[in-house]
């Protein structure tokens, strides 16, 4: 009767090098998802500030000054969107786009994001006329 022994000593430690080897592709992973998820919530705060901007510049008796006011104060109360800067224009129909970037969770990527929105200007008119 041969007993059977199994070969024990080869693979000691192989576990530990797998794990070694894959769980940084996994961390990256995990924060390259993180990542993504900020600059979408850095879009949507740009994009929402650009239509508060917009609302108010589009206001009767308000002015462009006044819209990229109100997009900047927007912008700053959320701190998902780093640096704002906002422009607006048109005379008829208005404008507003925010640029910004969003917080970086991994090392040497900087990403940016603008939203831009548009609309007419509020005015009084009668009828025929444009």
Do not use: W
Not at 28 to 47: E, G, K, P, R, S
Not at 73 to 89: G, K, W
């Amino acid at each position: 009767m041969t007993g059977y022994r199994p070969r024990r000593g080869k693979d000691r430690g192989s576990a530990s090098i797998a794990i070694a080897i894959v769980f940084p592709a996994i961390a990256v992973l995990f924060l390259a998802l993180a990542q993504a998820v900020m600059l979408a919530a850095a879009h949507q705060v740009a994009v929402s500030s650009a239509e508060e901007g917009l609302r108010v510049a589009r206001a009767h008796n308000h002015t462009l000054a006044q819209g990229r006011s109100a997009a900047i104060t927007f912008a700053h109360h959320e701190p998902v969107l780093l640096s704002p800067t906002v422009t607006a224009s048109g005379p008829l129909t208005i404008t507003v786009t925010v640029r910004g970037r969003a917080p970086s969770l991994l090392p040497g990527v900087h990403l940016s994001t603008a939203g831009t929105v548009a609309g007419p200007r509020e005015r009084f008119t009668t009828s025929g006329q444009r």
